[in-house]
Each structure stands twice: as structure tokens, then as C-alpha cells.
């Protein structure tokens, strides 16, 4: 028998959980505050609702029917529509995603967790503007810094989990998402009480139309993918954890609802301290590591939020993180004679090893570009602008095009007017929209 969640909560968790990440705190702040505010949120929430809430469903959808790791899944719901195992390709693509994923994605939650602990030695006091510039360049400057960090996040990873489904991943979100929860709370009542909150939500929510710009529409839907964890088989493993008569609409809404407004809480926040300090939104990915802590070092009580900001955002990194080898490891597990520690230990040390090559190229490989980027930049383009909506569009084509669609409607369980709904977006709406940021991304709709 295979393993399941306890429940319908440790579902929506577990997989809240995976969603809610640095892509969350770190991410959709800084390209919000790069691509011009309002407009960019505007769109991302447009992307969340027509593309991400239904792909969602779709996803979890396909892991339930199967009950298997993706790559075996979509080979048993091929081979049950009668259709080519070729499909299998999408389990594979997912698996290669994530690890490619966490080899960057731990490099940065390393930082995180350095700079937690600065920000709890009272580091930022007093910081200046070039003082801060100057800390995080000499950081990343540091090879043998960055490994330690590193390792010690793909360890904190490994150890969830190889302790397993329900003790590892369930146990590691019922303690971390509720304490999350929490502490943004605790940041959003601090960042009222001391940030410039009217000139925040001003920033990311008076319409602005003449800011939409092409480049934010495409930036907006690739991040949507990696925010809500789609297209790579991260879901699709959960919802084969799932039990049978859990609703997967709803518990996809539950899951869609707190990736998004955990993004939006996170953002308000971040830019209500930035905007009360005098300083920019626009700093790109430095802005949680340059600007934020300027601004903690300035303010009341400082020392503790900012720390508390930072355990914040190594929880959300670490539900994540986990998420991201689950389908590597679960293939593994039901493919070979390895058990689950063994598996999760080959699967972090390749990861582990990719990490290595993503952290030098913030120093001593810098000027090693692939097609013009640096590895940690080509990584993560490569995965959330191609391999997340390829895969996204592929499970989308699938679950409406190859398999029966009476298999999709029982296992949905819509009514009818909601499952037209989702035929319709899933069929058409969505993969015209991941084609159109494909065509352009080849240069022939040079919109950016
Ligand atoms: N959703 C995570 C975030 O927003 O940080 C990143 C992620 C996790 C992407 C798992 C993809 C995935 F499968």
C-alpha cells in the first residue's frame, strides 16, 4: 500500500508548503519592485488565477489517478489512455527541473540562513547604504562561506526528507507553516506599526496601466510556475499522496489562496519598511540582502525582526526545498533496491555537487557565461522560464487531449459547470499563454 497524508490539512500544507518559498518572499518582491509595482502584481494575479489554480488542480489530478513518482505515473496513465510512454518525458523533465532548481535555490537559502544570524548578533545596526553593498558583495565573494551554507541547507533538506511522507514531509509543514504564518503576522502588525504601509500599498496596488509592460506580462507568468511549484512534478508527487475522497479543487484553492497572499503580505511588508527608510524597491535580487537590512538596522526593535524575518524566509525555503527532491526520490525509491535515506542521499549529493558550480559563479567562475549568463543566472532561467511551463503545458495537453475524460472528471469530482470551466482554461487558455512566452523567449515575438 502506498503511503498517504494523514489528511485533507496535511495535504493542503505539505503542499502550501512547497509553494510557499523563496519565490514568495525573496523573488516576487524584488521583481514587483523591478518591474514598476502595480502592474506587475496586477498581471501575476491574473497568471495565478487563469493559468495557476487550474494547472494546479491538473497536476494534483494526475498524481492521485496514478498513485506512482511521476515518471512511472505518466507512463500508467498513458499506458491506460492508450497512448505512447513517451509521456514519461514529463516525469523525467520534472525530476531534472528540481534538482536543477535546488542547486540554486539552496545556494540562496544559504545566504538566508548567514544572514539570519547576523541580523541575531545585531549586524545591521547603524548599517550605511554602502556598508551594506559592501557586505553582501564580500559574502558572495566567499566561496568557502557560500559552500558552508550551503551544505548545511542540503543537509537540513536530506533530513526531511529521508524520515519519509507522513514523519518527515507532513511532520516538517505542521510545525513550520503555521509558525510562518505567524511570524508574517508578527512582521506585517511590526511594518504597520513602524513602515510607510500607504506608500506600499499604493506601489503594488493602484492600477497603473501604462506600467504593463511585455516584459513584465512574461516575467509575471514564468514566476507564477515557480511560485505555486507547477509543471515539474513537485505537485503531481503530492497529489499521489493524496487520498481518494479529499476534493482536489478545493484543497488546490486553499493551496493557490495562501501561496498568493503570503506573496502579497510578504511584498506589502518588505516594500512598508523599504519605502519608510528613503530607500529604492528597485534593487533587484539584493533587495531581503542590501536594502532590507539597511533599513532594520534603523529602526526600533530592529535586531529582532529582522531576525525573525529571516527565520521566516528559511522556513518557507526549507518546505520548499524538500518538495523539490520528493520526485526524484520517490522515483528512485520505487525503481531501485535503494531505501529512502540512501536515495535522498545520492539525490542531495548530486544536487550538492551541481550547487558547488552555482556558488563559484558568484566569484572565482563569474566570468564563465552560458549564452551569456552566469550559472546561477542560466539556471534560473533555463528551469522557470522553459522547463516549468514546458511541463506545465505538456500535463495541461495531456490531461485534456489523451486521457478520458471521464478518468479526469471522476478523479476532479467538478460539477458541470466548474469542469467546463476547467476544460476550457486547461485546453485552450492556458497553453496559448506558455506558447506565446515560448515564441517570444525564441525571438519571434520580440516583445521584450
Ligand atoms: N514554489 C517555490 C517558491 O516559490 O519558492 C519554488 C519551487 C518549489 C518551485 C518546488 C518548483 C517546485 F517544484
Redesign the pocket.
Known sequence: MRVHWSNRRAFIMATAG???????IW?FPYMTGTNGGSAFVLVYLLCVALIGLPLMMTEVMLGRRAQRNPVDGMAHLASEAGATQMWKGIGYMGIA??IL?LSF?SVVAGWVLDYGLRAAGGGFAGMGAEQAQQQFSSFIGNPYELLLWHTVFMFLTMVVVARGVTSGLERANKIMMPSLVAILLILLGYSMAVGDISRSLDFMFRPDFSRITPTAVLSAMGHSF?????G????MVYGSYLQRHVSIARASFYVVLT?TAVALVAGVTIFAIVFANGLEPAAGPGLIFQTLPIAFGRMPGGTLFATLFFVLVAF??WT??I??VEPAVSWLIENTRLDRTRAALLVGGLIWLIGIAVLLSFNAWGEIKLFGLTIFDQLDKLTTNVM?PLGGLLMALFAVWVMRAAHAQEELALNDRHYRRWLFVTRYVAPAAIVLVFLNLVGWLPLV
Open positions: 512547497s509553494a510557499v518559498g523563496l519565490g514568495n523573488k527541473a528540481g532548481i535555490y515557480f511560485t505555486l511549484s507547477l515539474m512534478g513537485a505537485v501561496d518557507a525555503a520548499s526545498s518538495s523539490l516549468l
